[in-house]
């Protein structure tokens, strides 16, 4: 807000003053455009999966239902879109928590036992494409830290890893502490062209929409990662080579 105010004399000799009050709109307007810009996406998101449950059940309602194989095949899929549903409403209500009304306890997290943890959870997927991980950090190395907005940092870069991986793909996790606390995963993937980096922290940015959907992506994910990274007083770091690979670091203040 700028406050103005402006004096001067005129002719007829009176002493004028004018008062102005002048908003800088800009931003305000950039909030209002994003604000204006989720909500359309969440609404997009989620009538996909609805639409699809909508039309599966009339379906078996009208009479498909009577065709055992038929049957199986629609709940399927149907389990699909609600597993999709979610997932959607989980990472929405992850992304509307602004720290400003939670507080979250610390926790000293063992580092080594919390990264296998994670990845225990993706054993199937890792198998079905053959990755090789290594962690590199020490198995005694403990951070303390509000475990609540750690964790899906974490997780989501794992997941990522994981997911944009090519078969028989590498994947280095490292954490410890330089001048910082910094966790930080490295994957021989597909890579994120230069462009393509400066949007994927946007919500809901998808280089592949089709891939991404495909594999259960909502591109809310690194969106997550970058709010509660801030969050912690910490920032995101990436480098990555298109068809070579990306490296994800996460540089939080140091605690223990
Ligand atoms: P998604 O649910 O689609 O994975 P994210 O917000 O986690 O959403 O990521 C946004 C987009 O960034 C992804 O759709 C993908 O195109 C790209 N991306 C994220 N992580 C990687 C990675 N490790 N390698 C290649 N591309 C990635």
Same mark, same amino acid.
């Given at each position: 807000? &700028?406050?103005?105010?402006?004096?001067?004399?005129?002719?007829?000799?009176?002493?004028?003053? @004018?008062?102005?009050?002048?908003?800088?709109?800009?931003?305000?307007?950039? &909030?209002?455009k994003m604000?204006?810009?989720?909500?359309?996406? @969440?609404?997009?998101?989620?009538?996909?999966?609805?639409?699809? &449950? &909508? $039309?599966?059940?009339?379906?078996? *309602?009208?009479?498909?239902?009577?065709d055992?194989?038929? *049957?199986?095949?629609?709940?399927?899929?149907?389990?699909?879109?609600?597993?999709?549903?979610q997932?959607?409403?989980?990472?929405?209500l992850?992304?509307?928590?602004?720290g400003?009304?939670?507080?979250?306890?610390?926790?000293?997290?063992?580092?080594?036992?919390?990264?296998?943890?994670?990845?225990?959870?993706?054993r199937?997927?890792?198998?079905?494409?053959?990755?090789?991980?290594?962690?590199?950090?020490?198995?005694?190395?403990?951070?303390?830290?509000?475990?609540?907005?750690?964790?899906p940092?974490?997780?989501?870069?794992?997941?990522?890893?994981?997911?944009?991986?090519?078969?028989?793909?590498?994947?280095?996790?490292?954490?410890?502490?330089?001048?910082?606390?910094?966790?930080?995963?490295?994957?021989?993937?597909?890579?994120?062209?230069?462009?393509?980096q400066?949007?994927?922290f946007?919500?809901?940015y998808? @280089?592949?929409?089709?891939?991404?959907?495909?594999?259960?992506?909502?591109?809310?994910?690194?969106?997550?990662?970058?709010?509660?990274?801030?969050l912690?007083? $910490?920032?995101?770091?990436? @480098?990555s080579?298109?068809?070579?690979?990306?490296?994800?670091?996460?540089? *939080?203040p140091?605690?223990?």
């Amino acid at each position: 807000i &700028l406050d103005m105010s402006l004096r001067f004399i005129e002719e007829d000799g009176n002493d004028y003053q @004018v008062l102005g009050i002048a908003y800088d709109l800009t931003r305000v307007r950039q &909030l209002e455009k994003m604000q204006k810009d989720f909500v359309s996406n @969440v609404s997009h998101e989620l009538k996909t999966p609805v639409t699809s &449950l &909508l $039309g599966f059940t009339e379906t078996l *309602l009208d009479g498909a239902k009577e065709d055992p194989e038929t *049957l199986r095949q629609f709940l399927e899929i149907m389990q699909k879109d609600a597993l999709r549903l979610q997932q959607l409403i989980q990472e929405i209500l992850q992304l509307s928590r602004d720290g400003k009304n939670i507080t979250y306890d610390d926790q000293q997290v063992m580092l080594f036992s919390f990264t296998q943890e994670i990845l225990s959870s993706y054993r199937k997927t890792i198998k079905e494409k053959n990755l090789k991980i290594t962690i590199l950090g020490a198995d005694t190395l403990t951070y303390t830290t509000k475990y609540e907005l750690f964790y899906p940092i974490v997780k989501n870069l794992i997941e990522n890893a994981i997911q944009y991986s090519k078969t028989g793909g590498t994947i280095t996790i490292d954490f410890g502490y330089k001048e910082q606390f910094f966790f930080m995963v490295k994957d021989s993937g597909i890579g994120i062209s230069t462009k393509d980096q400066e949007r994927i922290f946007e919500r809901f940015y998808r @280089v592949d929409k089709a891939r991404s959907r495909h594999s259960g992506g909502t591109g809310l994910g690194l969106s997550i990662v970058h709010n509660y990274t801030e969050l912690l007083g $910490g920032t995101v770091t990436i @480098v990555s080579h298109l068809g070579l690979g990306s490296t994800f670091t996460v540089n *939080l203040p140091k605690t223990t």
